[in-house]
């Protein structure tokens, strides 16, 4: 019974610094990727000149407050990822290779978009280009590679030794549904758009829906 208990505090625990780890990563992505949009909103206007229109400004005034909100989640997280490590002892060895992976992660993601935003010049034209725009071929590879090996290594070590069962659960049940939702969404998309009736298929919306997806039935698996 107290095995049981232990156990059971120690998983709560393991899940707190997890979502804790979870919210730095994001918000710290976000605000890079916000911050991008917004740097890229001012060029492109400059470039026009002229006052900013009323629809300009909503948008830059959205753009910001991602920032700010992206900012103020991962300032949430670090505060509370310090205040829980004062009082906790030092971490199991699964929480340190979680931690690490969380870390590796996050820092690849801002790499991948700090470059992808510097290499493009469509920001000048268009304030999220750089999601879409050309890159040179040597970045374009190394990126790739990042992409391609780098991050599926992360993603099985995460899966195989830094994650309980019912964080495995979780992620397998937002992989699921995500799988789902492109399987049905994409071909629906492409038929519709074979018809006339909506825009030619976007790869990045659909992957960024389908991330979006995972993420979200990942997080309500795991701390519903």
């Excluded at 699921?176 to 074979?194: D, E, S």
Aim: charged share 10%; hydrophobic share 55%; glycine share 12%.
């Amino acid at each position: 019974m107290m095995e049981s208990i232990v156990d059971n505090e120690a998983n709560a625990g393991f899940g707190a610094q997890a979502g804790r780890l979870a919210l730095i990563a994001l918000g710290s992505v976000g605000a890079l990727l916000g911050a991008g949009v917004v740097t890229g909103f001012i060029v492109a206007h400059q470039q026009q000149g002229g006052a900013m229109t009323a629809r300009q400004l909503l948008i830059l005034a959205g753009a910001l407050l991602f920032v700010l909100g992206c900012g103020f989640t991962a300032w949430r997280g670090i505060r509370a990822a310090l205040a829980a490590s004062a009082g906790d002892g030092p971490p199991t060895p699964r929480e340190g290779r979680y931690r690490a992976v969380m870390l590796i992660a996050a820092l690849t993601g801002a790499v991948i978009s700090v470059i992808l935003m510097l290499q493009n010049d469509a920001l000048t034209d268009n304030p999220i280009g750089f999601l879409s725009g050309p890159v040179s071929p040597a970045i374009a590879i190394v990126l790739a590679l990042l992409v391609g090996v780098l991050i599926p290594a992360l993603s099985i070590y995460w899966h195989l030794r830094a994650i309980d069962e019912q964080e495995a659960a979780a992620y397998n049940k937002g992989a699921l549904f995500a799988a789902y939702a492109y399987w049905i969404g994409a071909p629906v998309w492409w038929l519709l758009w074979r018809g006339g009736l909506v825009a030619a298929p976007d790869g990045v919306a659909i992957y960024l829906v389908t991330i979006a997806i995972a993420s979200v039935t990942w997080f309500w698996a795991k701390y519903r």
